[in-house]
T-cell receptor, first 111, second 115 residues
Framework: QKEVEQDPGPLSVPEGAIVSLNCTYSNSAFQYFMWYRQYSRKGPELLMYTYSSGNKEDGRFTAQVDKSSKYISLFIRDSQPSDSATYLCAMLTDSWGKFQFGAGTQVVVTP | DGGITQSPKYLFRKEGQNVTLSCEQNLNHDAMYWYRQDPGQGLRLIYYSQIVNDFQKGDIAEGYSVSREKKESFPLTVTSAQKNPTAFYLC??????????????FGQGTRLTVV
């Protein structure tokens, strides 16, 4: 079993809809949680970063962490065609640890 | 501007050849990483280095080699022992030991194809 599970999709939504992405993990030692966005043939770029349970909002993006359920989510409001990309979750046990990445979810926002 | 530069963007390798992928960063990060990305498999760790002149194998190190002679540079060699090298290769770096800003920064990748 992988330490981090993420549905690869693709997830297709109409423009303006809410995109809901999630990852589950098995290692309760993970403390740092990140979401990266990756456009085709490009390197991933950091979208959201959190090190605690609860919600964090940044513009149209909201990241949620539920450590008791070992579950993290990313919501994208008012989705745009430019949000079409692969979204990867990533986790760390501590600031000296190695990243564990999810497989990435491909999102397609149709006009 | 600070960042990570990978070169070349596209690389073609003949069977039996060794090729080297370049990764340079000017972020003053101690830790550097090499990942391989295949469709549907996410990022798999090949090698990582937490300090100059030291590096460790990741999950799929067989057929690869690295060096870390300078803080800024972490080249990856794909040897002829790697039987299925066609993939997208990503280099990353990050500041270790910090309570904040511990996320990884990625280069733009090198797409390696065996011909």
């Amino acid at each position: 079993q992988k330490e981090v599970e993420q549905d690869p999709g693709p997830l297709s939504v109409p423009e303006g809809a809410i995109v809901s992405l999630n990852c589950t993990y098995s290692n309760s030692a993970f403390q740092y949680f990140m979401w990266y966005r990756q456009y085709s043939r490009k390197g991933p770029e950091l979208l959201m970063y959190t090190y605690s349970s609860g919600n964090k909002e940044d513009g149209r993006f909201t990241a949620q962490v539920d450590k008791s359920s070992k579950y993290i989510s990313l919501f994208i409001r008012d989705s745009q065609p430019s949000d079409s990309a692969t979204y990867l979750c990533a986790m760390l046990t501590d600031s000296w640890g190695k990243f564990q990445f999810g497989a990435g979810t491909q999102v397609v926002v149709t006009p | 501007d600070g960042g990570i530069t990978q070169s070349p963007k596209y690389l073609f390798r003949k069977e039996g050849q060794n090729v080297t992928l370049s990764c340079e960063q000017n972020l003053n990060h101690d830790a550097m990483y090499w990942y391989r990305q295949d469709p549907g498999q996410g990022l798999r760790l090949i090698y990582y280095s937490q300090i100059v002149n030291d590096f460790q194998k990741g999950d799929i190190a067989e057929g690869y080699s690295v060096s870390r002679e300078k803080k800024e540079s972490f080249p990856l060699t794909v040897t002829s022992a790697q039987k299925n090298p066609t993939a997208f290769y990503l280099c990353a770096s990050r500041e270790q030991g910090a309570l904040m800003n511990t996320e990884a920064f990625f280069g733009q990748g090198t797409r390696l194809t065996v011909v």
